[in-house]
């Protein structure tokens, strides 16, 4: 039996087709469906176009469809590339996953010293306001620094902002 023959009847038994593997007079396969529809298939495949030809009257004889597999070209990118857009996917989603919280945490501790900073401004000058003023911008830093690390942005602390006039 052809190779491509051989492989039309396997596709063929995937949506109720059956074949006994007899040739009939003509040179023929005969496959038999449940339903006892009967289709003759070439012992020999005809042209490029034979086999998408008899599997579309399967088809459409069975009312059933065979599993079709995808050629988009980003199937063939991946191959040619190694980039799959997926998995790139799912990477992104267990990145999200890991540092959401931190730079979350990150924005809520620059906005939260930000507002005790302009709070100290109006606040007379001591060593304990100087410290905290001190520790604070440190935060401040700290802060900016690794949501530049995750790429976030913000509005970058300017110490000029910190004058009294």
């Given amino acids: 039996m052809h190779k491509q023959v051989r492989e039309l009847i396997e596709k063929a038994a995937l949506i109720g087709w059956t074949c006994d593997g007899k040739q009939d007079g003509a040179g023929h396969f005969v496959l038999a469906h449940e339903s006892g ?3 003759p ?3 020999t495949p005809s042209d490029w176009r034979g086999e998408k030809n008899a599997i579309a009257n399967l088809e459409r004889l069975s009312g059933r469809k065979l599993p079709r597999v995808s050629h988009r070209k980003s199937h063939k990118a991946v191959e040619r590339t190694g980039f799959d857009p997926s998995r790139a996917r799912r990477e992104t989603e ?3 996953d890991q540092h959401d919280g931190q730079i979350e945490k990150a ?3 620059l906005d939260a010293a930000r507002v005790r900073l302009s709070a100290l401004k109006a606040e007379p000058c001591r060593n304990t306001i100087q410290n905290e003023g001190a520790s604070l911008i440190r935060q ?4 900016e620094q690794i949501l530049a690390d995750f790429n976030q942005p913000f509005i970058p602390f300017d110490p000029t902002e910190m004058e009294t006039p």
């Fill in 140 to 143: 401040i830093v700290r802060a």
């Fill in 94 to 96: 267990s990145w999200h």
């Fill in 41 to 43: 298939v070439p012992a």
């Fill in 37 to 39: 529809t009967t289709f």
């Fill in 107 to 109: 924005h809520q501790v």
